[in-house]
């Protein structure tokens, strides 16, 4: 189990600015080349062109951050997000038809929100509403104005994030003899499905983490790892919806046993340089990069 919010970014450079990832979406910061994707889309109503022109134009200007929903794994294009630093009215999201119910837009716009409060530094976050709207209410925003607009404070987001439980897991990198890192994809019917991560998963209550790493390892992969061979590297931590994680990283080159998945996740082997091709939980991003610099 894998999950991590970066370093906050105090200067919004937009070349600085350039992703949010969540379990499901790339926001991916609007450019040139999403011109004629944009176009296309039927999600976005009203002047198209004047929206697009205008976006460019003020991302310059970093007062107006204009995202393009992708999912990670399919890579396609499903919506478009905003926040517009110009007006009280600061908060937009548009999702085509097909992924409306999918919860998609809530997890946009969590990630949305995490942004505006922690990067651009906006103490209140509002978005018009036709009437209830179970998106934003999940994201943790509320109906105002009879209706008529959602709303969110910088105050309200933090206790919010302060009041989520935190829960530990633990996660090995294995490295064989030729400096590959193995990773296993989350099998179909689980969280974050399709998504590759690093072995490992929660730790009881009864448990160091290193005790539940060997544990793991074996449930998982059948293998036996003693508790000397792991070498603490780096942790994550990541804010999910409901609660907050925390992960450390141990790197593991000596194990007994030839590693074949048990519970039905597929297994692969990988170059640390080439980690960055694979779609990740956010958390295991920067863990990649610590691998790297280590290997």
Known sequence: MSGGEGACWIALDPANVAVLETPRLRLRRFHD?????????????????????????????NIRHVFVLERRIEGDLI???ELDMKNDVNFTCWMDAEHKGQDYRAEAMQALARFAVRRAGVDMMRADADGPD???EKA???????????????????????????????????????????????PVGKTMAGLWEFPGGKVHADET?????????????????????????????YAYESFHLLMPLYVVRTWKGKGTP??????????????????????????????????
């Not at 011109?35 to 062109?49: H, P, S």
């Not at 987001?157 to 989350?186: F, I, N, S, Y």
């Not at 290193?210 to 931590?237: D, K, Q």
């Open 33 to 61: 080349d999403d011109l004629e994707r944009l176009r296309d889309a039927t999600f976005i109503a009203g002047d198209i062109e004047e929206f697009l022109n205008q976006a460019l134009l003020d991302q310059v200007d």
């Open 79 to 81: 919506g478009c997000a």
């Open 140 to 186: 943790g925003f509320h109906a105002c104005d009879n209706g008529r607009c959602y709303a969110q404070s910088a105050a309200d987001w933090w206790a919010r994030e302060q009041a989520k439980p935190t829960v530990l897991v633990v996660a090995a990198a294995l490295v064989d003899p030729d400096g590959r890192v193995l990773v296993a994809q989350r």
């Open 262 to 295: 048990h519970e039905g996740q597929a297994l692969t082997w990988v170059k640390p340089n080439r980690l960055h091709n694979l779609p990740m939980p956010p958390a295991d991003i920067p863990l990649c990069a610590m691998l790297m610099d280590m290997l």
């Open 134 to 136: 179970p998106a934003m």
């Open 209 to 237: 983490p290193e005790i539940a790493l060997i544990r793991e390892l074996r449930e998982e992969l059948g293998i036996e790892v003693g508790e000397s061979c792991l070498a603490p590297l780096t942790f994550a931590s």
